[in-house]
């Protein structure tokens, strides 16, 4: 009788130990953390990119281009509010001035230093701003601006080459005048860009009721 208890106490200590031994190998195992998301860049920010454009004109839809080369580049990176941001310098069409945006990228964003959001890649139902431009004295309303992202994944062909590109587009729904007389009218300002090159085609909503004007890529280097 003493033999067999004392065998069945080994067989128990065997078991333990070997359940003990099996319980620590698997807390042991190393765990690999998957790898990071990357995210595609429609910005390109990097000091040293620069882009070069070539300015066009529209009058009733026939399209004229200009000698007028713009260029906009990337001079450093600075911290605001504790976030990575990038000194992008451009031009407006009615300045030859330089004057810098700072931007970065955020996830599938590009946003500016006072947290507007400037480009998706992904959300293309939300409007993100929203004003209005109200004629004085009487307060009427002039105009009414929507920013959204439109035309996903576009085929687009400028003097750089052919991108997929989606628009950053302005919508301007511009009020008869005087008001209740008429029809709305809607003009766009279009911003297109394409993925690891970024902005390649911008074009003003309206100077006048025929004429519009605009900017395409003609060379660009990336980092």
């Known amino acids: 009788m003493k033999k067999l208890v004392t065998l069945f106490i080994l067989l128990m200590g065997t078991t333990l130990i070997s359940f003990c031994k099996k319980k620590k190998t ?3 195992e190393t765990i690999t953390d998957p790898p990071p998301v990357v995210y595609p860049s429609y910005s390109a ?5 620069y882009w070069i454009y070539q300015r066009f004109t529209i009058s009733s839809g026939v399209t004229s281009d200009s000698n007028q080369f713009d260029s906009c580049f990337v001079s450093k990176d600075t911290l ?7 000194k992008y310098h451009t031009k407006t069409f ?12 955020s996830l599938h964003y590009i946003i ?4 507007n959001i400037m480009f998706s890649s992904v959300d293309f139902t939300t409007v993100f701003r929203t004003s209005f431009v109200l004629n004085t004295p009487s307060a009427d309303t002039l105009y009414k601006s929507e920013f959204k992202m439109a035309e996903k994944d576009l085929l687009l062909s400028v003097p ?3 991108f997929f590109t989606s628009n950053a587009r302005e919508s301007f729904f511009i009020q008869p005048s005087p008001p209740g007389t008429g029809t709305v009218t809607i003009k766009y300002g279009h911003s297109r860009y394409a993925k690891e090159v970024g902005l390649i085609y911008s074009s003003l909503p309206y100077l006048s009721a025929d004429v519009n004007a605009g900017k395409k890529l003609v060379r660009y280097h990336i980092n």
């Open 45 to 49: 920010l990097k000091p040293g990119n």
């Open 94 to 105: 009615t300045s030859n001035s330089y004057y810098p945006i700072c931007l970065r990228d």
């Open 26 to 28: 698997e807390t042991n």
């Open 160 to 162: 750089a080459g052919t």
């Open 112 to 115: 500016d230093a006072k947290g």
């Open 80 to 86: 605001i509010r504790g976030q990575t941001y990038f």
